[in-house]
């Protein structure tokens, strides 16, 4: 079976040694390459400023800290996502307020952002769903324009490393961004995560975050504890695991991109089936492929009868109990693009063979 999603691990006989190196180096927890994971991690992906972390769950839960997020304030934010988006939100103290989103693509539209905004809004938190993206510029204008406050854009790029508007780098337009290397992401680091922050004034205060409130370099008999804090570092091991993962995401996210055009020009003319392209200023990374078929549960059984796994992968976040009497939008969207929904592999293990058996099912189907 062609899985949908796939773990991506270096060679044996590069990445063993130097995580040996590490476990017996007597330095496993955080230090020089976290940090020089860090440095390396920006430069390719042209981030200023940010920090690695224990996941993409802890860079959300301090994103929203660091926005101010207080008990009962909301924060405007998608259902068509995984759940730990919006229990970051929750447990920030915050109020999600679920905003509809874009039929063709899953990510939130732009206008229900703005309609779902209030006096008691404090961020928005986007996610650039499947690898897909959302006009954050856009979303900013439109934010300038109709309100006379500044409301802190949250970008959630756990699906979209790699991704680009404009060849700007996702999760660097917006106020603060997060990324993932959990287990099935674009790269992992067995797993951890990495907040992008634009304002630098943040970053002494983001790092007691990070380590249980304390500021790191100070003598623990002398500190003074005067916020509270996580364990939400990286440490050493997964910081060598990332360095060596940095050689090879480039080729990977790549293979995403060059799976998914070919889908693009091979799957858009057949009946009961549409695939979603975006214009060309907005670059996907294609975490997954996302299709939209009129019977979408025939698609996964046909794709299932050749070996290759299909699925919708998530479940709108608004059809949970915790989460269903939030304030949301007429979810019209958001109701047809899961109906229709359909992701299909298109990383780096989907070899030609099988893209060409994917296409070929699909047209006969």
């Not at 020089?32 to 430069?43: A, Q």
């Not at 539209?109 to 769903?129: P, Q």
């Not at 922050?197 to 500190?223: C, Q």
């Not at 091991?237 to 889908?263: C, P, R, S």
Request: charged fraction near 20%; hydrophobic fraction near 40%; aromatic fraction near 8%.
């Amino acid at each position: 079976m062609t899985p949908i999603v796939k773990v991506f691990m270096p060679p044996k006989e590069i990445l063993l040694p130097a995580v040996e190196s590490v476990l017996y180096s007597g330095m496993v927890g955080e230090g020089e390459h976290v940090y020089t994971f860090e440095d390396k991690f920006k430069s390719m992906f042209n981030i200023d400023n940010g920090f690695a972390v224990s996941s993409g769950t802890a860079a959300l839960h301090m994103a929203l800290i660091l926005s101010g997020i207080q008990q009962g304030d909301e924060v405007v934010t998608t259902s068509m996502t995984a759940e730990p988006t919006n229990t970051s939100i929750l447990q920030a103290g915050g109020v999600p307020v679920f905003a509809d989103v874009d039929a063709k693509t899953g990510c939130l539209d732009i206008d229900s952002i703005v309609d779902m905004v209030t006096d008691r809004t404090k961020a928005i938190l986007i996610v650039h769903y499947a690898g897909y993206v959302i006009d954050v510029q856009a979303l900013q204008s439109k934010l300038e324009t109709t309100f006379e406050r500044h409301i802190n854009i949250i970008e959630d790029c756990a699906h979209a490393l790699g991704a680009t508007i404009d060849g700007i780098t996702v999760g660097t337009i917006g106020d603060f961004g997060i990324y993932s290397f959990q287990a099935i992401k674009h790269m992992t680091t067995l797993d951890g995560g990495f907040i992008v922050i634009k304002d630098h004034s943040l970053n002494k205060i983001a790092k007691k975050i990070r380590w249980f409130g304390m500021e790191k370099g100070v003598e623990r008999t002398k500190l003074d504890l005067d916020i509270l804090g996580y364990k939400y570092n990286m440490n050493n091991v997964t910081g060598i695991i990332g360095k060596i993962q940095l050689d090879y995401v480039e080729k990977n996210i790549k293979a995403h991109q060059f799976n998914a055009e070919y889908f693009n020009e091979n799957l858009n003319n057949i009946s009961g089936i549409e695939v979603v392209t975006l214009e060309k200023r907005l670059k996907p990374s294609y975490w997954l492929y996302t299709l939209l078929c009129d019977d979408s549960e025939n698609v996964i059984k046909l794709l299932g009868g050749i070996e290759v796994m299909a699925s919708k992968l998530h479940r709108p976040n608004h059809y949970h109990s915790l989460m269903t009497n939030f304030k949301r939008a007429n979810m019209v969207n958001l109701d047809s693009f899961y109906k229709r929904l359909v992701h299909i592999p298109c990383g780096w293990w989907v070899e030609e063979e099988v893209r060409n058996l994917i296409v070929d099912t699909l047209k006969r189907g």
